[in-house]
């Protein structure tokens, strides 16, 4: 089965000259396989008529064309397409009674027009995509037996109420105005906005505006917002975004509590907290903006193994060309080179917050970790070592220049992502190894003719990267660089990371709370203790192993290594593993 997807934010036929149309070689021999709209003067193309000879992709100066082939099985599993030349959905997750349904896979795939067909608010049209009054009953008669039948039965029947937890909190005070404690009390509809608040840690905020609350506080928000609807299923996308580790197990619990009543799907990147949180995981993958492909659920263990992978066996289909693969504290180099900048007894005074810190050092070519929970003073240590805040003590040995990458990141620039990047960096971004091992890694090369006010947080979130990292720098920080970025792009970044400190000999310091994200890029680690908003202790760095154990046993959680890919794994608390481990003070196990 050939796919043609024309994607219509790329295409931009005044600024082309039909290259599409001119070079494609059923055309030149009489064949109609692509003819230009005349309207919007795009192009149309027959997927039947299509050699597959990718000429059309390749001559496109605006990479707007995807042309791929297909299993012609699928064909039968198409629920939803949205015109001749549009993104279509093949497969659909099922949720299930008393279970936490994860799915797994980039952003662009089409979990928004699932939740949206498992809601009801969308009849699919099976393909069908010019008939404009699809209806249930066809749907439902070209589906097997089994939960996902029954559910959009149910839905056809009787209807569904939806809670969703939208996945760009930062977006919410742009659309949603008044204090914490009105705006859950309008949604409140099962009387229960006190515990679920305290059970948040959100009970302190009520009075404030929603424009003065930080991400995590958003976030906590956003989830207790959809928690107090009364609903049939639960949809949470990227619940762990801008928390901290303890917050996130926080939120596990939460939500495992409700899936004993409600149906859940989660929508998760955070692969240690997918694998804690979920019990069957749905994998997604296709073309991002052609088509979605949903697997069937496996267990979440194999799941996540699959496709870090990158091959499902099952399917026999590779989903990526190279695996990802984590490293045991043993396999990290542990050579260092001389001190690149050293510190200690700083202090810092920011109104009702303190910091201090030790004696620390960073090294060339080194990549520092820094945990810790939020509102700690992590951003405000790294911006003191980069002469970007000033110390009311201590000492610093050197100063350096500094490329910094915020927490909230904004497209300042108006234009095209290729005009914002030539501002930044020049023709850097356009040679060798960079636009190799970071441009084209992160997807940022298939990004660039598109307008900045156009990306999604993920997008917006990849550039900036990029930015960072090409910047002439002896020093790189980075505040959150995984979030909103999917599972893969995750990784990728943090090789991108590692590669571009080790090849330039440069240092830089990592602020995330994703584990698995810590675990590839790091070094070493920062360990911050203390009280969020009140005092924030600095300790170290130390060696990973060190670091992530003291860290850990911080937040009163135990990891361990998977058997095949070494990634890290949370124990479930009490387990007889969990319990070895403590014992042992082996809080990040490595072997």
Not at 94 to 115: D, F, H, Y
Not at 580 to 588: C, D, L, S, V, W
Request: proline share 4%; charged share 25%; with cysteine.
């Amino acid at each position: 089965m050939r796919v043609a997807v024309l994607r219509e934010d790329s295409c931009q036929p005044k600024k082309c000259m039909d290259e599409c149309h001119a070079f494609c070689p059923p055309v030149r021999n009489g064949i109609e396989c692509i003819v230009m709209n005349e309207t919007t003067g795009k192009p149309i193309i027959s997927e039947s008529l299509c050699i597959g000879c990718g000429i059309c992709i390749n001559k496109c100066p605006h990479d707007a064309l995807i042309i791929t082939q297909l299993p012609s099985e699928l064909e039968s599993d198409m629920i939803h397409r949205y015109s001749m030349n549009g993104f279509r959905l093949f497969r659909l997750p099922a949720p299930r009674e008393k279970q936490v349904v994860g799915i797994l896979g980039p952003n662009g795939m089409g979990k928004s027009t699932a939740i949206n067909a498992l809601s009801g608010q969308l009849i699919p049209n099976l393909g069908d995509w010019d008939n404009l009054e699809p209806n249930w009953e066809n749907v439902i008669a070209e589906l097997p037996r089994g939960e996902l039948r029954d559910h959009l039965t149910t839905v056809s029947v009787d209807g569904v109420n939806i809670a969703v937890k939208p996945q760009y909190v930062d977006h919410l005070p742009k659309v949603i105005k008044g204090n914490v404690g009105d705006l859950l009390s309008n949604v409140d509809e099962k009387d229960e906005l006190e515990p679920i608040c305290q059970e948040l840690g959100i009970s302190h905020i009520l009075e404030r505006d929603i424009t003065q609350l930080s991400g995590g506080e958003l976030q906590r928000v956003a989830i207790a917002a959809t928690i107090l609807r009364e609903a049939d299923i639960y949809f949470f996308d990227e619940p762990s975004s801008y928390l901290d580790i303890h917050e996130r197990m926080r939120i596990v619990k939460i939500i495992q509590k409700l899936s004993e009543n409600k149906k859940i799907i989660v929508i998760e990147h955070d692969l240690a907290i997918l694998d804690v949180l979920c019990d069957l995981v749905h994998i997604v993958y296709g073309e991002k903006g052609a088509f979605g492909i949903f697997t069937p659920p496996r267990t979440t263990r194999t799941a996540i193994n699959a496709y870090l992978d990158g091959f499902l066996p099952e399917q026999n289909v590779r989903i990526r060309d190279k695996p990802i693969k984590f490293q045991t504290h043993t396999e990290r180099n542990t050579e260092r080179d001389f001190p690149y900048l050293e510190w200690g007894g700083l202090e810092k005074k920011l109104g009702s917050f303190s910091l201090k810190t030790g004696e620390g050092k960073i090294h060339r070519s080194e990549v520092v970790g820094v945990v810790g929970a939020n509102g700690i003073g992590k951003s405000t240590l790294v911006k003191i070592l980069a002469g970007e805040h000033e110390a009311d003590k201590g000492w610093i040995t050197r100063e350096a220049k500094i490329s910094y990458k915020p927490q909230h990141v904004e497209a300042g620039f108006e234009g095209t992502v290729r005009e914002w990047l030539d501002a930044e960096l020049g023709a850097r971004w356009l040679q060798g190894d960079f636009n190799v091992n970071v441009v084209k890694a992160l997807g940022v090369d298939k990004l660039v003719e598109q307008n900045t006010t156009t990306l999604s947080g993920g997008e917006l979130q990849a550039v900036s990267i990029v930015i960072c990292l090409g910047r002439e720098a002896d020093l790189y920080l980075l505040d959150e660089p995984s979030a909103h970025l999917d599972a893969n792009a995750r990784m990728e970044a943090a090789k991108a990371i590692r590669r571009t400190i080790e090849g330039n000999e440069k240092s830089a310091f990592i602020i995330d709370h994703d584990v698995y994200f810590i675990d590839i890029v790091s070094d070493s680690l920062l360990v911050f203790e203390g009280k969020g908003g009140v005092e924030g202790i600095a300790n170290g760095p130390f060696r990973l192993r060190e670091g992530m154990n003291k860290f850990l046993s911080n937040v009163d959680i135990t990891f361990r290594r998977d058997h095949d890919t070494k990634r890290p794994r949370i124990n479930k608390s009490g387990s007889r593993k969990d319990r070895e481990q403590r014992a042992k003070g082996e809080y990040f196990y490595t072997e």
